[in-house]
């Protein structure tokens, strides 16, 4: 979920919050699906091409919940839809070319959430004015450094 960085909207209001509430068990079965995801990604021994077709399916079911849902400002999705396609194209470009091996997953995986970080920080603080915009900047202070570190750190092992 995004919050456009160049609306101009200024009214955030009741039926603006009804229309995103509407949505809320898309978000809960995106945010718990990417939990267990995350979980498994963790927890389990993969093989390159197993893994990159892990990951690709992941972003494909977040992409779709992205471009689906809409924006927290109440403007209008073509943003989200952006985001949701550029995820859905990240995620069959993975299992297309399993071949390229961890790094590659690496380098999607920090550049998504890279990217997702800056457009957060971005949406939230040009859009001070919605209810709760803070957490949204929350969420994008900690996750750009979480993708550069994942950019930096494709394949490697932890000591």
Known sequence: M???PISTRADFGRADANEVA???PILLV???TSLVFGALILSVDWSVDSLATFV???F???GASVAITPPLDGSGRWSNMGAGVIAAIAGVALIAWPDKGL???GVFVGIWVLVFGGLHVVGALSNRQV????VMLVVGVIEV????WAIRRPGRRSP
Do not use: K
């Open 145 to 148: 450094p979480i993708g550069i």
């Open 131 to 134: 209810p709760n915009w803070w």
């Open 30 to 32: 995106a945010g718990l």
């Open 103 to 105: 790094r590659t997953v």
């Open 22 to 24: 509407r949505y809320w």
């Open 2 to 4: 995004l919050m456009n």
């Open 60 to 62: 494909i079911l977040q």
């Open 56 to 58: 690709g399916v992941l």
